[in-house]
């Protein structure tokens, strides 16, 4: 069963940001939080991953709450390119399987 | 530097025919893991297997599924006797190895999506 919560679909306008949220209240000390996207009948994509702190990369922020029960992705800038539905995953540090839940869609309105 | 090969892309089977599913791992990757997504879900995993052992097979079914990785070729998932209910996209990942730090991000193959009929 998949250890996060996340709301099955959102929307957002091009060229704005969007704020993905998920919750993983039962998360331990060594998971690290990695999110993953999927494009429209294409295999998942590794888009970032944190333990503590917040990350930036070229194509997310990922910015995980101080008591690590919650996270967000940022996508700062959304284009049409980045409706997909987006997976977030608890991943223990010494686990190679990675447990999915149903992500959320994201539709990016012209 | 390809990344993770699967074919056929997609793969349409009668009830009780067999169906192959191969997947060639990145260049220099020696593990793979398989993965089965039903329409509208997350991925389910089903095996991993580095070249010429199954480490792990606790999410594949018992019966009519089987998977291998040869030391040479890519690694093939076996479903014999389809029904229906085996229609869903199947996905391969790889990795280098079995010491991977623990944000290590997986890349994946494009998938096959089976059909049964």
């Known amino acids: 069963d998949a250890k996060t919560t996340q709301p099955n679909s959102m929307e957002s306008n091009e060229e704005e940001p969007v704020h993905l949220p998920c919750n993983h209240s039962t998360i331990s000390g060594t998971d690290y939080i990695h999110w993953y996207r999927q494009l429209p009948s294409q295999g998942p994509e590794y888009v970032i991953h944190g333990l503590t702190s917040n990350v930036n990369n070229r194509m997310a922020s990922l910015a995980i709450a101080e008591d690590r029960k919650s996270s967000t992705l940022i996508l700062h800038r959304a284009t049409l390119r980045d409706a997909a539905v987006y997976y977030c995953i608890l991943r223990d540090a010494g686990n190679y399987q990675l447990i999915w839940g149903a992500g959320t869609k994201l539709i990016i309105k012209p | 530097n390809a990344g993770v090969m699967q074919n056929p892309r997609h793969l349409v089977r009668r009830r009780g025919q067999e169906a192959r599913l191969r997947c060639s791992p990145m260049k220099g990757h020696s593990h793979v893991y398989w993965y089965r997504q039903l329409p509208e879900e997350g991925l389910k995993f089903m095996v991993y297997?580095?070249?010429?052992?199954?480490?792990?097979e606790s999410g594949m079914p018992k019966e009519r599924f089987s998977a291998e990785f040869p030391k040479e070729g890519p690694s093939i998932l076996r479903i014999q006797q389809v029904v229906r209910g085996d229609s869903a996209a199947y996905f391969c990942a790889s990795s280098p190895s079995d010491r991977l730090p623990p944000g290590y991000g997986y890349t994946f193959g494009s998938g096959t999506r089976l059909t049964v009929v």
């Open positions: 297997l580095q070249k010429e052992n199954i480490i792990d």
